[in-house]
């Protein structure tokens, strides 16, 4: 288990490390000058050179990425160009957001997706087909164009639930319930709009691993020997049908970070995702590498954990990694 | 192709897609040319299936600037369907370069290839997106080489198992002895077999495709206004959400309507391709 874990780390440090170091060179391949924008038009030859100096851009590029990978190594991420802040404070606010929208979703949209999926598992077909026209529409549904309907209904016309942000402008002076209540108010539509998209590809695959579980012959053989149905579904089809589902789990960390960059921008959201498309649009660069950077981190770690989960839950596949 | 023909995925899906096609190759014909100088304040936020003053029916209504939403969403539908099926054919093309090299030189090379492919398959998508989107003037073209260049994994990784068992056949020996160059086998012996699998991935990829040119001329870092895209076009219509919900929810429909049919038509090309799969699995719908 533990060298197999170690292995995965050293893939994610390599993924890690290869974000970075490709944001690095594309942000040099990209037009534009740093020094000609910094010293503007009237700029002699000699001053662009000098101020190149200073800024050490004169030094051949493998020089330049060693020095800056150590200073972001070392938590040195500058400050953001259009804020002024320090990026790490910057984000520092961003994480905490961006987790718990997306932890969120992540919880409830497997729990909703795997219960959907392993009733079409057994349902009649009638109800199995409805249930996969509503499974394939939820998972063509593009994040925010979901997201913009539900502000419509439940901002506009039904006046209900805020659709901006993550508090009330008053949030700061709230406490207790009524901080929790406010809190809660502005989650429930981004929450709603992350999980419904997530519910659809969950419960196709879902039904999918039950049905392959479901015709194998020891299934045949608890049934013959007398099990409930339920007991059948719950102990012996649902144990293996799961084992892809937890795979799954790592691979769709990558999908659902990017359906939150939609969503969270469209609700205006302070997470990773708004941080990282207010930096595109405004070309604020260091902030664009950290979180960039930053994201990657967080798909990583989130693989790494359905690694632990998947081992967790099948002893062959900790024993394989065991002899490996 | 029979059990295709008796599949009402895939009926429903090439349907469709066919549909949207045929409307967006004779958008001039099926709209109205006139909508993009129009009397702005006599005729904007018109609800769908009303007339203006001059009698002219807006059958999907018209958005704040008067342009007749229909006009719009056809036009729309031949950059969001070519942009998706151009980047879908560049993340095919590269994925079948690497997963045939990687599937057929053994040892480091394809050691070397298969790490590459899982590195980029770890990375968030959306995120390599905006950052290359960032770097470079948004246009159309710009869309295509980044959805193409984020896409291709999935395509390396099947055309590299595919390879690999085929090429351990006996057929493949046999060109070995007749003294045929290895290219010459990939080329001519090997791919054409390893096709089946990729015909499935393009059908599916093309929807997601479609869906992210849409996200990222969303967020303003694709086609640019007032080129029509169903991405642009909905961030538009973000705006009069409140006056004119239907500038935004026209485009959105038509969306989804279209990745339905790409992942439903996928799914049934799947399983009449792999028949083994099929008969464990019965289909969705």
Known sequence: ?324 | MKRLLRDRRAIFGAGVLLVVVAAALAAPLVSRRDADQPDIVATRFLPPLSADARGAIHPLGTDRFGRDVWTRLVYGARISLGVGALAVLLAIAIGLAVGAVAGYWRGPVRALLLAFTDIALALPRVVLLLLLAALWRPSAALVIVVLGLTGWMSVARLVQGEVRSLAARPFVEGARALGISRVRILWRHILPNALTPVIVAAALGIGNAIMLEAGLSFLGLGVQPPTPSWGSMIASGRDTLVNAPWVAAAPGLALVLVVVACTLLGDALQDALDPTRGSRAPPAL
Do not use: C
């Open chain 1, 1 to 324: 288990m533990l060298p197999a874990l170690a292995r995965r780390a050293a893939t994610g440090l390599a993924v890690v490390a290869g974000v970075v170091t490709l944001t690095f060179f594309l942000l040099r391949l990209a037009p534009g000058d740093p020094v000609e924008l910094l010293l503007g038009p009237t700029a002699t030859p000699a001053q662009v050179a000098a101020q190149r100096h200073t800024l050490a851009l004169d030094r051949p590029l493998a020089v330049q990425y060693v020095a800056w990978l150590g200073r972001f190594a070392r938590g040195e991420w500058g400050t953001s160009i259009a804020t002024g802040r320090p990026v790490r404070a910057l984000l520092g606010e961003a994480v905490p957001a961006t987790l718990e929208l997306v932890g969120l979703s992540l919880v409830l949209s497997y729990l909703l997706g795997v219960a959907v999926g392993a009733v079409q598992a057994i349902a009649r077909p009638r109800v199995d087909t409805a249930l996969s026209v509503a499974t394939v529409t939820l998972f063509a549904v593009p994040g925010y164009w979901l997201a913009l309907m539900l502000i419509m209904v439940f901002t506009y016309w039904a006046r209900a639930l805020p659709a901006f942000g993550r508090a009330g402008l008053d949030g700061d002076l709230l406490a207790g319930g009524p901080w929790l209540a406010d809190r809660l108010r502005h989650l429930v539509l981004p929450l709603a709009t992350l999980t419904l998209i997530g519910i659809g590809g969950i419960a196709r695959f879902v039904r999918g691993a039950m049905h392959d579980v479901v015709g194998q012959p020891f299934v045949r053989t608890a049934q013959a020997k007398g099990l409930a149905p339920f007991a059948v579904l719950w102990r012996h089809v649902a144990r293996n049908a799961l084992i892809p589902v937890a795979i799954l789990l790592g691979l769709s960390f990558p999908a659902l970070f990017s359906g939150g960059v939609f969503v969270e921008f469209v609700f205006a959201w302070p997470g990773v995702g708004r941080r990282l498309v207010e930096a595109v649009l405004a070309r604020d660069y260091p902030v664009v590498m950290a979180a960039t950077a930053l994201s990657a981190m967080l798909v990583v770690a989130g693989n790494l954990l359905a690694d632990g989960v998947v081992g967790w839950i099948d002893p062959r596949i900790r024993q394989r990694s065991d002899a490996a």
